[in-house]
């Protein structure tokens, strides 16, 4: 796909690996090296992922009986705002752009680096100043709201709402500076010859989720700031006692929020492209369909938010309205999956623990688009809205999709990114349990919200106990999974073999150089003449 | 045989059918259903399909080169367009139904609270979840639920008639619902509220129209006598015509001469023109403003000189003008 002389195409950077070029903590901390800023996101949002996993077990275990079984209603309260607040903020939004984006964009499109580093280094400190700020209520009274903080209920309530607030506000400024650096990046530093109808369609997806970033993030800002001046200054913006209204605030939250939602899953499409080509060994069937489809998703992802608000009190034309695009996501989402369908038909397929997860994600991410669907329809939402099969839905997108993408993304990356691989077994074993464990935890989630039982309960009916007891040895086996993804992660440290610079045999820039990279990515840069997916 | 098994299906896993449109609902869920079935064999099929056939053989496989193919590529974006839009428009229908309130229908003012419901008939009966009582509504006839909170929001969800609408303080939301036959039917709070979100539970009995009278009837004789919940709220609000002073501006007779207010006589439900040209249908919450924030509408013929009454008039006053300006034809 591109040319380089025989002694650039080199299998070990040796003391030019970006790992140990520099040594010690504060060459870290100091670094503007984008693979080292990527490491660094991924320690802090695998971490954030331990903890926000850790509520996710308290809530099921509490859920295991009606009634009390290890916490009181309060507790539970804090437990499933965490949970939320902590999953979509700390780790589903920043982990595939901020840690992959990162690592892989630059070296994709052959270059050296982001195209501010500087810039990319600051992001990494205000995401952890705003995580920080926002785990800190953790040990500081904690916050009931949900992670949605709707008003009134985040205005009256005495728990910390105003440091969780600022928290995501700072996260969001992050989010913001990390999209327009990809942005930037992606126009301005590609190698000679990569044209943008060459680039991977793991950066198409990465740009399509950065312009989100930015135009989206804002509004969230905004309206989390005037939650603050609500609290601590007492304007009446959302608080009926005070004149304000409380549905605006479901407006501006969604606003950003639902957008949001393609924040965290089109990078994982993007993954979902990669893996499917490398493991099938074939070109990618509709390479231009799949790109633009991103842009049509996040386009639409604009003028939808009101499908979160069908009986919020809204008006019922604008109910119709938001329904009616609310079904056009279902076109560009659908010509996704038939192209990746498509990219497979007469492919060459080999189900290396990576390709497991995509195929994982084709088959749960289908379930969570389909029931997109029934979510959409007006009729269906009056009955199915703020019960358990919206969380079964969203959690079979952003679980089963975003994050089985995202498991399979760092089973693929891993060997680029500290040169040694993990075990193949252990990979597929994690993927057994995780997989199996995800469809018993969420799919009973399903007929429960068929039968009625709202979202957000501590208590329920005795008739819902049996599949809730289902759900919650579901969650066992999901976490037992990703303690085996951990101990690949440890043991490959530890004992891994030795990784080629292509392990897999993909066509993309980043396994034409060394693994782990130089600390430039390439000796010299590279000249791109194919498209990124040419097996021939 | 088919139309069996999809009534069959239309009914699994969901509660017993209170009404009509649970029933529409019902069968536009088991159309998804099965649609999602036949999609999902489709999608993941071909995927199972492929990854058996196309298993890698060698370590130096050839694959076919095959980058597009615009005609497919439509295919699968113009069909589940198409039916996107289809199951956008059955949603629409059975949410036109739910919305599409019918003219003579028997209101309950429901009142969301942290952490229980109260129910109020207009003879002045009150029901309270968190006593145990059960919410009775005739059955075969409709029954239009005024909807408010006194706190944060919470949602009036019965699963039973796959209705539901959010509880807002300081604006009133509604729904309607007609039970099919009589049963009991189980009530959510849908909104996240705090502590006991999952713990205001209540209990909707319907019963027949001549049962549900007599039950109307031996309530209203329980009921203690009480300056307050004696009265019939049109007649607190009546009370509250003079005692606010609204009888000053405001007319309640038909034939009584124009004051500086427009008359409520015919008020309620009629189109409300107002100076700037705009018009509104004089509801609860048209009339809830003017009394909050009378500066805001202005009706057409009229000075704007009437005083805000926020501050000075509760939620509950609200209520009992409205419904005696609603018996003012």
Redesign the interface.
Known sequence: MFTLTQAEQIQDAGEKNYLIHEKGLWSWLTTVDHKRIAIMYMIAVLTFFLIGGIFALLIRLELFTPGQTIVS??TY?KFMTFHGAIMVFMVIIPAIPAIFGNFVLPIMLGAKDVAFPRLNLASWYIFMIGAILAASTLFLGGV???WTF?T??SI??STNVVLTVLGAFTMGMASILTGLNFVVTIHKLRAPGQTMSRIPLFVWAIYATSIIQILATPVLGITLLLIAAERILGVGIFD??L?G???LFQHFFWFYSHPAVYIMVLPAMGIISELITTF??????????IAYSSFAIAGVSFIVWGHHM????QS?FA??LF??LT??V??PT??K???W??T????????DAPMLYA?GF??LF??GG??G??L????????F???YFVVAHFHYVMVGGTLMAFTGGLLYWFPKMFGKMTSDTLGRISWVFVFTGFNVTFFPQF?LG???M????????PEYTSLNQISTVGSWLIGLGFVIVLIAIIKAFISGEKASANPWGGKTLEWKTASPPHYENFETTPVVTEGPYE?? | MFSLHFTVLANTFMPVQGSEIAVDVDYHYAFLVISSLIAFIILIGGMTLFIVKYKRQTENDKTAYISHNHFLEFLWSFIPFLIVMGVFYWGKVIYDKHRTFPEKAEEIHVIAQKWAWEFKYKNGVSIESAKGEVLHIPVGKPVRFIISSRDVLHSFFIPGFRNKQDAIPGRFTSMWIEAKQEGEYQVFCAEYCGTGHSNMPARIRAVAPEAYVAWLEEKKANTPVDPNAGNEMAMKGASLYKELGCSGCHTVASDAPKLSGPSWVGLFGSKREFADGSSVVGDENYIRESILNPMAKIVKGYAGIMPPYVGRVSDEEIDNIIEYIKTLK
């Open positions: 209603p309060d309260n009931d709201t949900g709707y009134p209920y009256s309530t009926p006692t004149g209204d409380p549905v099938s060994r074939k070109t990618i069937f509709g390479y231009t369909a069908y009986v919020s009190g019922e109910g119709k329904s009616v079904m056009l279902g076109v659908a010509i999956l038939f192209n369908i498509a497979m038909y007469k492919g060459s397929i080999r189900l195929i084709m088959f289908t379930i389909l029931t669907i029934f959409a329809s007006l009729g269906m939402d009056v009955h809205h703020d019960t007929i068929a039968m009625g709202p979202r957000r309960y501590y208590d329920y009916l097996y021939r």
